[in-house]
């Protein structure tokens, strides 16, 4: 089982519609959480840091559980914008430590 | 700029020539990364470097890769006898620590293309 794993997509969604994205990771020991985008030939970014209480981001809402060793990311009102590679990334402390998932790919329409 | 800086953001060597790659990380960042992303594919983890330490190298290839982050001067991802499979986006991004809270952050990459 891969270390951190997503649907890679694409999820083909309106404008203006609501779309989530999870993400697995299987050390359970992992303690710190993100969300980067990649847009095409450009690097990651950081989208927001992920707590264990969930976060909000004007339109994007963070999630996390521990129990079932899962993030998510909700993106509410998508914009054109939105379009990009959204990466899961989780922070191991050993190793390579922070460990990226393969991310899933988002394609808002008009 | 304050961010992570790399050079060269485009090179072209021909089969068979060594590449060089250098990654400084931002100020007060003391772990540094390299991953390689293949056309339409994901990141992938090569090395993580601390100041003249490697931490891990488990995703390097075997042969003709290694990178070096020396006490003084920029990581460095040398790249010998390059063949066409090693065209590529080649990200650095560093971090100030392991702790939690602390995050990574990339640099723009650096465009490889063999010919």
């Known amino acids: 089982r891969k270390e951190v794993e997503q649907d890679p997509g694409p999820f083909n969604v309106p404008e203006g519609a609501t779309v989530a994205f999870n993400c697995t990771y299987s050390?359970?020991?992992?303690?710190?959480f993100f969300w980067y985008r990649q847009d095409c030939r450009k690097e990651p970014k950081l989208l927001m840091s992920?707590?264990?209480s969930g976060n909000e981001d004007g339109r994007f809402t963070a999630q996390l559980n521990r129990a079932s060793q899962y993030i998510s990311l909700l993106i509410r009102d998508s914009k054109l914008s939105d379009s990009a590679t959204y990466l899961c990334?989780?922070?191991?402390?050993?190793?390579?430590?922070?460990?990226f998932g393969p991310g899933t790919r988002l394609s808002v329409l008009p | 700029n304050a961010g992570v800086m790399q050079n060269p953001r485009h090179l072209v060597r021909r089969r068979g020539q060594e590449a060089r790659l250098r990654c400084s990380p931002m100020?007060?960042?003391?772990?540094v990364y390299w991953y390689r992303q293949l056309p339409e594919e994901g990141l992938k983890f090569m090395v993580y470097l601390q100041k003249e330490n490697i931490i891990d190298e488990s995703g390097m290839p075997k042969e003709r890769f290694s990178a070096e982050f020396p006490k003084e001067g920029p990581s460095i991802l040398r790249i010998q006898q390059v063949v066409r499979g090693d065209s590529a986006a080649y990200f650095c991004?560093?971090?100030?620590?392991?702790?939690?809270?602390?995050?990574?952050?990339f640099g723009e990459g650096s465009w490889l293309t063999v010919v």
């Open positions: 050390n359970s020991a992992s303690q710190s």
């Open positions: 100020k007060g960042h003391s772990h």
């Open positions: 990334v989780v922070n191991s402390y050993y190793g390579q430590n922070f460990v």
């Open positions: 992920v707590y264990s």
């Open positions: 991004a560093s971090s100030p620590g392991t702790g939690k809270g602390n995050t990574i952050y």
